[in-house]
């Protein structure tokens, strides 16, 4: 800046010398006196150096400023400012490109507000996200992509998307997008940690303002949890449909076997109404384990707290299981502090200790031994349920909470049970932000351990 001033003012400095020269030349001819003409180029000179300042502080350098900071805000330097005083238009200019200045300052900050913004959602997003231009170059991936598909940003972006995406499925997304211009989607599978992972994949087509293709967008759902749940649901469906399938055949059947003449029978007719009556109540059994996981699974937050008597509790819970012992020889022993009480919802925790007792019983041999103990811990309740019966395998004590899995299914449908009462003992501890485990050991017998927090407030 001060160099393009000295050439200017160099400039000025050579005209007002020729304008000096060429007026003496003119004031020459009419006047005689040299000193008189010497006094009248003086005044000249001064007259013109002062014109020449006043004119290229009042215009020149206000101009070459203004030009200055335009040069400047073109160049994204949007904290320039004019700071030299003007008047008339040039200070009205100065004053409007101060306004445009500060604008653009402003719109920037907004702009890197917002793309701040929109850059913490993309690396937030439960999603993987991938943005493609029309020649298939990657710009942007996130943070939920990486963390599916593995290695860096810098490992994708720059590169042609068949290169660095190895997924077919991808490609034929992509491919797709561009092919039709229009959403794609599509569902594929990865192996991640031994386990696999099922996703689904959409691809959008981006546009311009003239409706021009100039990209992709391809979004990456994690399903595998809502294939699960499905696969569950499938499961649940067929189980219950096969736990009633046996028991409506052979109620089915003596009871045609009855109608076909084998009531005549006094000994075969009592013998197949006991059967029926056996079956109808393995049924009525199961419907009622179901609509007990229904309403827990329905109210999974709601539980009705009061204050429970251990003492109390074990007298209404004994007597329901204690002629199941008697028939198979087998010794219930109780060491439970009797005077402990405890904040939870009673007619849940008879549940529990229901279901523990009366499956430690049915896998028990007979002339076995079933132990109960209740003791404080911590601040917690811990019930204690160990038998003498057949045991669980590793490879089974994973799954034993599912619903209406089995690890003995013949000798579980002998015993009457529905495969529900464990998965109802873990929803409950669940539901009381308690704890569950279990330990056991094939031939010599199954503990567990359930631990409720005394206070549920």
């Known amino acids: 800046m001060k160099k393009l001033l000295s050439k200017k003012l160099i400039g000025y400095s050579f005209l007002i010398l020729f304008v000096l020269a060429l007026s003496g030349a003119i004031l020459f001819q009419f006047v005689s006196n040299f000193y008189v003409l010497l006094a009248v180029l003086v005044i000249e000179y001064i007259t013109l150096v002062l014109a020449l300042f006043y ?22 330097n949007y904290h320039a400012r004019i700071h030299h005083r003007m008047n008339g238009s040039i200070g009205q ?29 993309i690396e937030n997003s439960e999603s993987g996200l991938v943005l493609i231009d029309e020649k298939g170059y990657i710009h942007v ?21 068949y290169d660095v995406l190895g997924n077919e499925q991808i490609h034929h997304t992509v491919q797709e997008t561009f092919l039709y211009e229009k959403h794609v989607k599509h569902l594929f599978s990865i192996k991640e940690g031994g386990e696999r992972v099922y996703l689904e994949i959409v691809g959008a ?23 699960n749940v499905e696969v569950m649901r499938k499961d649940f469906v067929a189980n219950v449909s096969h736990e009633l399938k046996t028991p409506i055949t052979s109620i089915r059947g003596f009871a045609e076997t009855l109608l076909d003449g084998a009531a005549e029978d006094p000994e075969a007719r009592s013998q197949f109404l006991n059967i029926i009556f056996d079956e109808s109540k393995r049924i009525q059994l199961l419907i009622d384990d179901l609509l007990i996981l229904s309403k827990l699974e329905k109210d999974e937050s709601t539980i009705n707290v009061s204050t429970v008597h251990v003492g109390l509790m074990l007298d209404e819970i004994l007597p329901l299981v204690q002629q199941h012992a008697d028939q198979k020889q087998i010794e219930v022993q109780v060491d439970a502090e009797e005077e402990l009480k405890f904040e939870a919802d009673e007619d849940k925790m008879k549940q529990i200790l229901l279901n523990l007792l009366t499956n430690a019983i049915s896998y028990t041999p007979e002339k076995g031994l079933v132990s109960v103990k209740i003791k404080e811990f911590e601040d917690k309740v811990c019930f204690i349920v160990k038998d003498t019966g057949i045991g669980i395998g590793k490879e089974a004590l994973p799954r034993i909470f599912e619903r209406f899995y089995r690890v003995d299914k013949d000798r579980s449908r002998d015993t009457g049970g529905t495969g529900l009462g464990l998965a109802i003992v873990k929803h409950i501890v669940e539901v009381h932000k308690g704890e569950i485990e279990v330990e056991s050991e094939l031939g010599k017998g199954t503990t567990f351990a359930v631990y409720i927090p005394k206070d549920q407030n």
Do not use: H, W
């Open 93 to 121: 200019l100065s004053t409007k490109i101060n306004s445009l200045a500060r604008n653009l300052s402003e719109l920037t900050i907004q702009e890197q507000i917002q793309a701040e913004q929109l850059s913490t959602v």
């Open 205 to 227: 087509p981006i546009f311009n303002e003239r409706n021009m293709l100039k990209g992709a967008v391809l979004v990456i759902y994690d399903i595998t949890e809502f294939k």
């Open 55 to 76: 004119f290229f502080d009042k215009y020149v350098k206000p101009i070459d400023k203004a030009s200055e900071t335009m040069d400047k805000l073109l160049q994204g």
């Open 141 to 161: 991936v996130n943070r939920k992509f990486i963390s599916m598909f593995g290695r860096t940003p810098q490992d994708y972006i720059g590169y042609l998307y």
